[in-house]
Nanobody
């Protein structure tokens, strides 16, 4: 089992910045990808950004140019730097990781951290 612990959410004014962190721990085989999803009330969970081992990052169109995902493989930690935040970025942000033990893949989710963008 792998545990994902998120931190860094909170309340910020429009145009402000926040940095989310997510650390994976437990019985890890090989984390092949880590990323962030978000879910606003009444909507489906959507991909915000992710990064795969050996590959580049990918972003939702709505956050391109404002959010940056980065990963520290040695610490099994992923970060999401969020700049120029907008009210529509308000959501619960969930960390996601895929642990790879060929041929098996295991999906893990964090509990979520609230991000509220409001004046």
């Amino acid at each position: 089992q792998v545990q994902l612990v998120e931190s860094g959410g909170g309340l910020v004014q429009p145009g402000g910045s926040l940095r989310l962190s997510c650390a994976a721990s437990g019985s890890i085989f090989s984390i092949s990808s880590m990323g962030w999803y978000r879910q606003a009330p009444g909507t489906q969970r959507e991909l915000v950004a992710d990064t795969t081992s050996g590959g580049g990052p990918s972003y939702a169109d709505s956050v391109k140019g404002r959010f940056t995902i980065s990963r520290d493989n040695a610490k099994n930690t992923v970060y999401l730097q969020m700049n120029s935040l907008k009210p529509e970025d308000t959501a619960v942000y969930y960390c996601h990781a895929v642990d790879y033990d060929p041929p098996r893949k295991f999906n893990y989710w964090g509990r979520g951290t609230q991000v509220t963008v409001s004046s």
